[in-house]
């Protein structure tokens, strides 16, 4: 139910799809500066911010529900969830070089 309304919303609002987007490249990007080392490039990085940016939502949400925080906390709680994902593909990346 909640991932048929977010595409509905995303399917009518462009803007929201736009704006998503931008976060999540300026979330990678700051990501990629806070770890160092771990960067997929520019689209790898703008999917990683992406990712991290739902991840970071939804761990938020968990903790404070139905709270907003505009662009900015937007882009912090972004950031976050991308750090995170970096940490995690990093430690994934690492595991799979020792076999």
């Known amino acids: 139910m909640l991932s048929s309304t977010l595409v509905l919303a995303a399917a009518l609002n ?9 976060i999540g490249l300026v979330a990678g990007a700051i990501a990629d ?8 490039g520019l689209l790898g990085n703008m999917v990683i911010g992406l990712i991290g940016a739902v991840l970071g939502g939804l761990l938020v949400n968990l903790l404070v529900p139905d709270a907003t925080y505009g662009f900015w906390g937007s ?3 972004a950031v976050l969830g ?11 990346r690492k595991r799979s070089q020792v076999l």
């Open 82 to 92: 991308a750090c995170v994902l970096f940490i995690i593909i990093g430690a994934v």
């Open 33 to 40: 500066w806070i770890i160092p080392g771990r960067g997929f």
């Open 75 to 77: 882009i912090l709680v």
């Open 14 to 22: 462009p803007g929201g799809i736009i704006a998503w987007l931008i």
